[in-house]
Nanobody, 120 residues
Framework: QVHVVESGGGLVQPGGSLRLSCAAS????????MGWYRKAPGKERELVAT???????DYADSVKGRFTISRDNVENTVYLQMNSLKPEDTAVYYC??????????????WGQGTQVIVSS
């Protein structure tokens, strides 16, 4: 059984930094893509950043230049370094681990989420 566990959320002042961590265990392969999504109150869940097993990254426009995603393929862990945080970054952040093989097989695993609050 796959377990995905996030950590590192909390309360931070505008302009501050946080580092989120996510560990995915119970899976014998390296996930093709790992990433972070977030959901703010009253809004749809949105992609924040993803990183492939080869190191290719993708970021939402709203976080480019402020957030950095990285991963450890051996440990199936992914990190999100968040700098210059803004109140609009306040949300529950979810870790996603995706595995796919061939044209039809795909599995998504999600964590329970970690709350990030940016406020003075």
């Amino acid at each position: 059984q796959v377990h995905v566990v996030e950590s590192g959320g909390g309360l931070v002042q505008p302009g501050g930094s946080l580092r989120l961590s996510c560990a995915a265990s119970g899976f014998r392969f390296s996930f093709n893509v790992m990433g972070w999504y977030r959901k703010a109150p009253g809004k749809e869940r949105e992609l924040v950043a993803t990183i492939s097993s080869g190191g290719s990254t993708d970021y939402a426009d709203s976080v480019k230049g402020r957030f950095t995603i990285s991963r450890d393929n051996v440990e199936n862990t992914v990190y999100l370094q968040m700098n210059s945080l803004k109140p609009e970054d306040t949300a529950v952040y979810y870790c996603n681990a995706r595995y796919y093989s061939g044209p039809t097989y795909r599995r998504d695993y999600w964590g329970q989420g970690t709350q990030v609050i940016v406020s003075s």
